[in-house]
């Protein structure tokens, strides 16, 4: 060791592969006889224990968010070849589906699109102001002469061959437009995280009124 140690760095490193050493050495006992059935037992255990409950508790919320997705796509309101001139809109517009449709001098004004889609529809002389429009998109829609003051719509909105012709936009929003009131349901993850800690908390009684009585292994 002295040799080894001669000044307190080395020392140091000494002391750490010593440690890194014994540890190793107490670790295989654990996979020798008598110790080896006892221990593949126990990883056995331990490894479901925990691939279950935190991969359930990454699970559950994932789960919940698919199944509100399904039931809000089930409800989703279908309008085929409309017709609207001279309409305000200042409402808001949610998980609607618009095809073919033709709108002319149609005010869209201070209000949300959420969850609205416009398919091949045509929007002529029409006036966007204050807009917000969250998961809504326009696909293979027509902008002739169409003015935009202040709303979100910009290029990612307006996909698979939308054309906007003679139209203008200003003072386009910028930033997310989500709001953690309507759009965001962040709060699931940490209300079903919640109630999967309460799930276990009778577990933990039992075994807490159990352990001294039969044991901890037996508990396991």
Same mark, same amino acid.
């Given at each position: 060791?002295?040799?080894? @140690?001669?000044?307190?760095?080395?020392?140091?490193?000494?002391?750490?592969?010593?440690?890194?050493?014994?540890?190793?050495?107490?670790?295989?006992?654990?996979?020798?006889?008598?110790?080896?059935?006892?221990?593949?037992?126990?990883?056995?255990?331990?490894?479901?224990?925990?691939?279950?409950?935190?991969?359930?508790?990454?699970?559950?919320?994932?789960?919940?968010?698919?199944?509100?997705?399904?039931?809000?796509?089930?409800?989703?309101?279908?309008?085929?070849?409309?017709?609207?001139?001279?309409?305000?809109?200042?409402?808001?517009?949610?998980?609607?589906?618009?095809?073919?449709?033709?709108?002319?001098?149609?005010?869209?004004?201070?209000?949300?699109?959420?969850?609205?889609?416009?398919?091949? @529809?045509?929007?002529?002389?029409?006036?966007?102001?204050?807009?917000?429009?969250?998961?809504?998109?326009?696909?293979?829609?027509?902008?002739?002469?169409?003015?935009?003051?202040?709303?979100?719509?910009?290029? @990612?909105?307006?996909?698979?061959?939308?054309?906007?012709?003679?139209?203008?936009?200003?003072?386009?929003?910028?930033?997310?437009?989500?709001?953690?009131?309507?759009?965001?349901?962040?709060?699931?993850?940490?209300?079903?995280?919640?109630?999967?800690?309460?799930?276990?908390?009778?577990?933990?009684?039992?075994?807490?009124?159990?352990?001294?009585?039969?044991?901890?292994? @037996?508990?396991?």
């Amino acid at each position: 060791m002295e040799s080894e @140690s001669g000044n307190p760095v080395s020392k140091v490193f000494f002391r750490i592969k010593t440690e890194i050493h014994g540890i190793y050495l107490n670790l295989m006992k654990c996979f020798n006889y008598p110790m080896k059935e006892n221990m593949m037992r126990l990883a056995t255990v331990w490894f479901t224990l925990s691939f279950g409950y935190y991969g359930l508790s990454v699970w559950f919320p994932d789960v919940i968010k698919h199944l509100q997705a399904d039931e809000y796509a089930s409800k989703v309101q279908i309008h085929i070849n409309e017709r609207i001139e001279g309409f305000t809109f200042n409402f808001t517009l949610e998980n609607q589906i618009h095809r073919n449709g033709i709108f002319i001098h149609d005010q869209f004004v201070n209000m949300k699109l959420k969850s609205v889609t416009f398919i091949d @529809s045509m929007f002529r002389n029409c006036y966007f102001d204050d807009v917000t429009s969250v998961g809504s998109l326009f696909k293979n829609c027509t902008f002739i002469e169409t003015y935009f003051f202040n709303t979100d719509i910009d290029e @990612s909105k307006l996909v698979e061959g939308t054309e906007v012709i003679n139209s203008t936009f200003t003072h386009n929003k910028t930033g997310c437009q989500m709001t953690f009131d309507d759009d965001y349901s962040a709060y699931w993850v940490y209300f079903i995280n919640f109630l999967g800690t309460l799930a276990v908390l009778p577990g933990n009684i039992v075994s807490a009124l159990l352990m001294d009585k039969i044991g901890r292994l @037996s508990m396991l």
